[in-house]
């Protein structure tokens, strides 16, 4: 026997091979009901977003919110690529590059009169930072990590955020290592 029932998500297939009709029976409404059941868990988790299309959208951008979170991701891709420089450990640390840029771009995408403070990282600081990781030269890397650190601090000011000034980090918390 080959039964096919159709879910919200896809098709989802069930090849039942049995001699007896009613164990086939079952055997599809246990299925149709599991099948309900996911379906109905996945609608549980999203309930809490209230609303029609375009008020679920804000409630979902208002949880994004603006650069502040994206900062908290590029202050940890900060500490780590310091720590991938000292290490030598330069794969990892052209991610981090990598990984800094994409959130900065996508930060701006949610706050777009930012761009003008960031276009510099965009366009020069993160292209010689990631150039240093590619050379592996300790030094350089060294040296255009301090100029990454002065234009973090220099863009914080811009922004009328100077308290918010950027430090090397003095201690490890992640193990990852080369």
């Known amino acids: 026997m080959f039964a096919t029932i159709r879910t919200k998500n896809g098709w989802a297939e069930v090849f039942v091979y049995l001699k007896n009709s009613k164990m086939k029976i079952v055997i599809i409404i246990l299925t149709a009901i599991f099948f309900f059941s996911c379906k109905n868990k996945q609608k549980e988790m999203g309930d809490w977003i209230k609303g029609n299309d375009e008020e679920q959208l804000k409630t979902i951008e208002k949880h994004f919110r603006g650069l502040d979170m994206a900062m908290i991701e590029i202050g940890y891709r900060y500490r780590e690529l310091f720590w991938a420089g000292k290490d030598?450990?330069?794969?990892?640390?052209?991610?981090?590059?990598?990984?800094?840029?994409?959130?900065?771009?996508?930060?701006?995408?949610?706050?777009?009169?930012?761009?003008?403070?960031?276009?510099?990282?965009?366009?020069?600081?993160?292209?010689?930072?990631?150039?240093?990781?590619?050379?592996?030269?300790?030094?350089?890397?060294?040296?255009?990590?301090?100029?990454?650190?002065?234009?973090?601090?220099?863009?914080?000011?811009?922004?009328?955020?100077?308290?918010?000034?950027?430090?090397?980090?003095?201690?490890?918390?992640?193990?990852?290592?080369?």
Do not use: G
Request: hydrophobic residues 35%; contains cysteine.
């Open 88 to 178: 030598q450990n330069w794969e990892y640390a052209a991610y981090q590059v990598d990984k800094i840029k994409l959130s900065l771009e996508n930060a701006l995408q949610r706050r777009p009169q930012r761009a003008k403070s960031a276009q510099s990282f965009l366009q020069t600081i993160l292209p010689e930072m990631k150039k240093s990781v590619e050379s592996r030269d300790t030094m350089l890397f060294n040296n255009n990590f301090e100029i990454l650190t002065l234009n973090c601090n220099s863009c914080h000011v811009a922004e009328k955020v100077p308290y918010f000034n950027v430090q090397p980090p003095s201690q490890r918390f992640l193990s990852i290592k080369e």
